[in-house]
């Protein structure tokens, strides 16, 4: 496993989140999506104005894995009311866990996905959820081996096209 470390993210990080941000959603899902899309999105989702302000929200918080200070991931975790939709005081959502491809197989999702169940289980909450994409593969088996289970779908609009997103959770009490 390699020795990554976790830095939270600040206003200060804003060039180097969009960076990543933009690089690690392009290889995520480019191949899926049409070039028009995934620009419209890129550059509204990952405008320094959107993510100024997401970073200063007051339940949302962005961290970084870096390997030597080379940052390879992120993630951002929401509680309370800055929950995309369950708004439960009771739970976490994981809004994004994104490693650069080259790092895949590497253990940095593990390391990031860990942060935010530690997290979780620091302010006491009773599960933690997230809405992953139907056709990624990958991230639903990542979730199902680390005991989160489907509960409901929601659409996510990337760019003009609707896509299924399927919702996840994990209770923390009781294991």
Do not use: C, P
């Amino acid at each position: 496993m390699e020795n990554f470390q976790i830095k939270k993210v600040s206003i200060n990080d804003i060039v180097q989140l969009q960076e990543i941000g933009r690089k690690t959603f392009f290889e995520t899902f480019s191949e899926s999506n049409t070039e028009e899309n995934m620009t419209k999105y890129l550059e509204e989702g990952f405008s320094v104005e959107k993510l100024s302000k997401e970073i200063s929200e007051e339940n949302s918080e962005f961290y970084f894995a870096a390997i030597d200070n080379v940052v390879v991931g992120y993630l951002k975790t929401n509680s309370g009311q800055s929950q995309t939709e369950l708004q439960d005081n009771e739970g976490l959502e994981i809004e994004r866990i994104y490693v650069l491809k080259e790092y895949h197989g590497k253990s940095a999702g593990q390391f990031l996905y860990d942060h935010a169940i530690q997290i979780a289980e620091t302010n006491k909450l009773n599960f933690v959820w997230l809405g992953v994409w139907e056709e990624n593969h990958r991230a639903i088996s990542f979730y199902k081996k680390n005991g989160f289970v489907e509960f409901d779908k929601h659409i996510f609009v990337l760019g003009t096209d609707e896509q299924t997103d399927i919702m996840m959770k994990k209770n923390l009490k009781n294991q």
